[in-house]
């Protein structure tokens, strides 16, 4: 089956321009993760999804990231008023509730 | 919360010799304790893990070892190939009733020359 996708694959983005990120998890999973990776880091925690329910946003840099899973399955992680400091990549993961996670490729989004 | 250390950042390792990667965490409930391998421009891809009931696990050229007592964890890699260039990730996860939260390492810059 279908791994994780994500789209765009790269996004370029004047400052303060918003941007969304979407993630498709694959089918039935019912945990959702965002990460954001810096160059040369590991992937930290943005968000966390039990189906449509944001159980934890603690990661979530400030209130410009959002973060939605409206129907338990497609995800959107929106940016309002990017900053260059947004510039990293975004990882989408899921997992059928907890321990393996499978990572999408990711978005990478450069903030000019 | 979880904190966890890996090192070294960076390895050199001539083709056929053997890797370590060491990683220490922080939080004694955590329980599952996965490494990704990511080459460049890919996504992080699971190679092996150890649940915290497990002191090690082998599968083929990689070894995982778990000690809970020190609270520490280091992957293994024997007989290296060009191929096992990249980055890997430790990570470890703490859950709560229904979903766990993986906390990663910064990374370990993996090179086998030939």
């Known amino acids: 089956g279908a791994g994780v996708s994500q789209s765009p694959r790269y996004k370029v983005a004047k400052r303060g321009q918003d941007v969304a990120l979407r993630c498709d998890p694959i089918?039935?999973?019912?945990?959702l993760f965002w990460y954001q990776q810096a160059l040369g880091q590991g992937p930290e925690f943005l968000t966390y999804?039990?189906?449509?329910?944001?159980?934890?946003k603690s990661g979530l840099p400030s209130d410009r990231f959002f973060a939605e899973r409206p129907e338990g399955s497609v995800s959107t992680l929106k940016i309002q008023r990017t900053q260059q400091e947004d510039s990293a990549v975004y990882l989408c993961?899921?997992?059928?509730?907890?321990?393996?996670?499978?990572f999408g490729p990711g978005t990478r989004l450069t903030v000019l | 919360g979880e904190n966890v250390e890996q090192h070294p950042s960076t390895l050199s390792v001539q083709e056929g010799d053997s890797a370590v990667i060491k990683c220490t965490y922080s939080?004694?409930?955590?329980?599952?304790f996965p490494w990704y391998k990511q080459e460049l421009g890919k996504r992080p891809q699971l190679i092996i893990d150890?649940?915290?009931?497990?002191g090690e696990k082998k599968d083929q050229r990689i070894a995982v070892t778990l000690n809970k007592t020190a609270k520490h964890f280091s992957l293994h890699i024997t007989e290296t190939q060009p191929e096992d260039s990249a980055v890997y990730f430790c990570?470890?996860?703490?859950?709560?009733?229904?979903?766990?939260?993986?906390?990663f390492g910064a990374g370990t810059q993996v090179v086998v020359t030939p």
């Open positions: 993961a899921s997992s059928l509730f907890y321990n393996e996670q499978f």
């Open positions: 089918s039935g999973h019912v945990s």
């Open positions: 999804f039990q189906n449509e329910a944001q159980l934890d």
């Open positions: 939080d004694s409930a955590s329980n599952y």
């Open positions: 150890i649940r915290s009931n497990v």
């Open positions: 990570a470890a996860e703490w859950t709560t009733d229904s979903w766990g939260k993986f906390q």
